[in-house]
């Protein structure tokens, strides 16, 4: 059994989340952005579908991506030279996240409901919810959003429809966290498709550790649109 929070309930220790299905803690409260904030500062996440309670998540292992260990393929870096495309950042984080809940080949239905987009449109005005966008000529074709916290990014969704176009959002993303010294990516769940990029799991004792010192940096929270490219 998993404890049912109300509003003002604590979460529970994330090593009393089940491990089937696994990294299940918690239900209930809700999605405010104090209450999102406290959970990414424990390295756990909202994760449910349409006409369920909000479900809570600290599985383990955990699956992460160091900016320094990003692999970009031979294809992947001929399209990034080619430079067909534009990068921006916080320009779209609504459409970019309504476009990530589209539905996908093989998948029923989507886990980011319109509860959820309302919820993480109020923690991007409030500057901690960001969206990396490639534009090709003028149109929206892929991009990917999350919540940065001290030196900590959570990636949240990406999507794309134009070849590589997440992809492109990502590298970029990757090297503006270079610059901004951050130094861990979470990407919840392992996929063949993160592992490709680099991503690998770790351990939640470990993930744990690492989140609780690098979400006290002081990095101002706000919108990214500013940030350059390169």
Request: hydrophobic fraction near 45%; proline fraction near 6%.
């Amino acid at each position: 059994m998993i404890p049912w929070l109300e509003a003002d309930d604590p979460f529970p220790p994330i090593a009393k989340a089940l491990k089937r299905p696994n990294g299940l803690l918690a239900a209930g409260a809700d999605l405010g952005v104090e209450r999102l904030l406290d959970a990414y500062r424990r390295g756990i996440f909202p994760w449910y579908g349409e006409g369920e309670p909000i479900l809570w998540w600290s599985p383990d292992p955990r699956m992460v991506l160091v900016p320094a260990e990003l692999k970009i393929s031979r294809s992947l870096a001929k399209t990034l030279r080619n430079k067909a495309y534009e990068v921006r950042f916080d320009t779209a984080f609504r459409r970019v996240m309504q476009a990530c809940a589209e539905p996908r080949d093989g998948q029923a239905g989507t886990w980011i409901t319109a509860e959820m987009i309302e919820a993480y449109c109020r923690l991007h005005d409030a500057g901690w919810a960001h969206s990396v966008e490639t534009w090709i000529d003028g149109e929206l074709a892929g991009g990917l959003y999350g919540v940065a916290i001290g030196r900590m990014f959570y990636g949240e969704s990406m999507f794309t429809r134009v070849r590589d176009a997440s992809k492109i959002a990502l590298v970029h993303l990757v090297q503006l966290l270079e610059r901004m010294q951050f130094q861990l990516i979470d990407c919840q769940m392992a996929t063949a498709h993160l592992a490709s990029l680099g991503a690998r799991e770790m351990p939640r004792a470990g993930f744990s550790r690492q989140v609780a010192e690098l979400v006290h940096y002081g990095v101002p929270s706000g919108p990214w649109r500013a940030a350059e490219s390169s």
